[in-house]
């Protein structure tokens, strides 16, 4: 199976910063069949991108997503208050489908 | 808009089976999409069970396929998970969800805790 390994593990940031967090696949995700979530405490996860670039259905302009084959990235603009949650990337290239352990973005 | 609720007990005996029914409005099941399940256990990643197509064929993830039972219900507009012979660790919040499709998850249930007892 395809294991994403996501990092860093804890990101801490302030309001207003960027932040930029990174998924690698084990084998190519090709065709670029990868999304991310962000999960808050007691949610379930909101699908932020898919297709490694495209954002969801009312997604925040400063959510964008990057990479391609083994590497993909996150990036968040300028940290809102209300985006310090946990991030998940997942494959959807091949199955099973599989997601990485979660980076958390956490307020300095 | 389309909603998701899952519903099961949450606490589940050892060697017994853990059974859930994720019911969905504002859309009928049966004209289309993939239904999904994935799990988290406690303070840790999410994990792909199973999902079923609006044609009802199965998909499974290996670790588990030889426990897993993912079905339908037209009438009620649900779809069901069962678990069967659970171990402590199965214990984890289950989550149901609609595929985009192609393995997208777009909606999801609020989850809900089921613990594995001894």
């Known amino acids: 199976e395809v294991v994403l390994t996501q990092s860093p593990g804890t990101l801490s940031l302030s309001p207003g910063e960027r932040a930029t967090l990174s998924c690698r696949a084990s084998?190519?995700?090709?065709?670029?069949?990868l999304a991310w979530y962000q999960q808050k405490p007691g949610q379930a996860p909101r699908l932020l991108i898919y297709?490694?670039?495209n954002r969801a259905t009312g997604i925040p302009g400063r959510f964008s997503g990057s990479g391609s084959g083994t590497d993909f990235t996150l990036t968040i603009s300028r940290l809102e208050p209300e985006d310090f949650a946990v991030y998940s990337c997942?494959?959807?290239?091949?199955?099973?489908?599989?997601f990485g352990g979660g980076t958390k973005v956490e307020s300095k | 808009q389309v909603q998701l609720q899952e519903s099961g007990p949450g606490l589940v005996k050892a060697s017994e089976t853990l059974s859930l029914t994720c019911s969905v409005s504002?859309?009928?099941?049966?004209?289309?999409?993939?239904w999904g399940w994935i799990r988290q256990p406690p303070g840790k990643g999410l994990q792909w069970i199973a999902s079923?197509?609006?044609?009802?064929?199965?998909y499974y993830n290996p670790s588990l396929k030889s426990r897993v039972t993912i079905s339908v219900d037209t009438s009620n507009n649900q779809f069901s998970l069962n678990l069967n012979a659970v171990t402590a660790a199965d214990t984890a919040v289950y989550y149901c969800?609609?595929?985009?499709?192609?393995?997208?998850?777009?909606?999801w249930g609020h989850g809900t805790l089921v613990t594995v007892s001894s």
């Open positions: 969800a609609r595929d985009k499709p192609s393995g997208i998850f777009e909606y």
């Open positions: 079923i197509d609006h044609s009802w064929t199965t």
């Open positions: 504002g859309y009928s099941i049966g004209s289309g999409y993939f």
């Open positions: 997942q494959q959807y290239e091949k199955a099973p489908l599989t």
């Open positions: 084998q190519s995700v090709s065709s670029s069949n």
């Open positions: 297709g490694a670039s």
